[in-house]
Every structure is written in C-alpha cells, then in structure tokens.
C-alpha cells in the first residue's frame, strides 16, 4: 500500500519512528506552523511516495516533524485539492500516510468563507459537522463508514478550554475553484451551512474510515458572496491567515500539548 510506503519514507527521512498527531495546514495556516515548534526534521513533500506538490503558499509544500510536549506531530504544509485536478485518492493520501505513520488524531485546518450570521474576519471556528458537496468520495466498495461525531465532540471540548471565545458551524465542501454566488450561498445556508470550502470533507471522511479522530478547524477569512455587499479574493484569504497566525499558532499548540 502506497500509504505504508509513505509511512515507512516518513519515519526513515525524520528519524521518528511513529507521529502521534498530524496537523495539516491548509491555507492560511502556513505562518501558525512556527508557533508550534522548531522542527525537528523536514521533507519535501515531492519526495514522499505519493505525494503531489500542494499549491498551498510561503512555506507549503513541506512536511516537518516536531514534538510538543511529549508528543511527536508530523505538520503538513499545504494539501492538494480536486479543483487542481487530483481524484480523492491523492488528496487523502497525505492523511493516510500521517495515520500509518502512527497518527491517532489528525487535526484538519482551513480557510473557509463564513455564511453565519455573526461570524467574523479572522475568526477560528470549529467543525461540528460538514455537508459534503463535492459529489466525490475517498471510499470505494461496501466501507459504510459512521460519521456521526465524526468532529470528535472531545477534542472540540478541549479546544474551547484552550480557546473559551471559539465557536461551532457546519462547513460546506465544495469542489470549486471559482467561489460561490449569492444564490448559492442562501441555498447553502438554508442546508445548514455555516462555512462554505474547498477542501478538508474528503480528508474527514478517509480519516474516520481508518479509525483516526479529526478535529477541524476553519479560519473565517471573508464573509461569503452576498453577506455582504464586496467581492472576493484569494489575496483576502492570505491577509487574514497572517494576520491570525499568532492566535492559531497558540490554539494548535495547546491542543498538541494536551492530546
Ligand atoms: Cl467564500 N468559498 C469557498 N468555496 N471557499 C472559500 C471561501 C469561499 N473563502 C475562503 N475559501
């Protein structure tokens, strides 16, 4: 298996024999990663079995380990997206690499455009539940996977004990890559959206088919089309991720630390 093989290079590049955690750090995490931790070794993704090149700005590309505490955690820069053209199967591969590479809990972050009413500009929100519109799975064959507390109501808990001011939505995934219109943002509210993406739902799903516990979360970088009355644009996304970097940084720190 090709995620075995990833696992195996992952231990043999970085010396660390098993990672605990992964944190894959979609964009506008990139900066957050400096406040987890020097690492203690890097890889070009590129050179990992399986692995694409993530499109993901600064310093993507890149898997780091690092130890927090006692726990070892492996940081994947950047992910690759199906509106890149990757099938589900690339896409999650990163994942599954992190979980034979020994990870029990992979911790899933993004940028998301916020559809709630309240949400605000730079604000982490954590992932209670999502709605997959991608039309795509990872799965294939009779895996009838449960994903009811799929975001592990735990580690929500203890994220809003390092984080008392974080609130919960439901985030949409959608393929993209052009954002949605003001139509399709009022039929994703009345979904019960509260998030709209592109990305994270597929990694979810594998995650919770080979028994990992996922904890997302999503960096409002901009209010979605129609919330309010401006445009959209990826420089936004960017602005907001370095903006928030410290706050993130210290949230996925604490978390490493406790888990
Ligand atoms: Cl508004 N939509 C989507 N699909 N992805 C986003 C976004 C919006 N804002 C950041 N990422």
Not at 8 to 37: D, F, K, Y
Not at 71 to 93: C, F, I, K, N, S
Not at 227 to 232: A, C, D, K, W, Y
Request: include cysteine; charge should be negative.
């Amino acid at each position: 298996m090709l995620a075995e093989q990833a696992a195996e290079a992952i231990a043999e590049r970085t010396g660390v024999p098993r990672h605990r955690v992964a944190v894959v750090l979609g964009s506008g995490w990139q900066e957050a990663a400096a406040e987890i931790g020097t690492p203690v070794a890097s890889v070009p993704m590129p050179e990992l079995p399986g692995f694409g090149t993530p499109s993901a700005q600064g310093h993507g590309g890149m898997v780091h380990s690092v130890t927090v505490g006692d726990t070892p955690a492996l940081l994947l820069m950047g992910r690759q997206h199906l509106y890149e053209g990757y099938q589900p199967a690339d896409v999650v591969h990163p994942v599954a690499a992190a979980i034979a590479a020994g990870a029990e809990i992979v911790l899933l972050t993004n940028a998301a455009g916020g559809i709630r009413e309240g949400l605000r500009v730079g604000e982490p929100v954590l992932i209670n539940d999502h709605l997959n519109l991608t039309g795509r799975t990872p799965l294939t064959g009779a895996t009838f996977v449960d994903l009811v507390d799929a975001w592990d109501p735990e580690l929500r808990s203890l994220a809003k004990e390092i984080d008392p001011s974080l609130t919960e939505g439901v985030y949409a995934g959608l393929t993209g890559p052009q954002y949605e219109t003001p139509a399709e943002i009022r039929m994703l509210r009345t979904m019960g959206a509260d998030l709209v993406g592109m990305s994270t739902v597929l990694e979810a799903i594998a995650c919770r088919a080979l028994g990992a516990r996922v904890l997302g979360i999503s960096l409002v970088t901009n209010l979605a089309a129609g919330v309010t009355g401006g445009h959209l644009s990826h420089a936004e996304v960017l602005a907001e991720g370095h903006a928030a970097a410290p706050r993130l940084g210290k949230l996925l720190r604490g978390v490493l630390e406790r888990v």
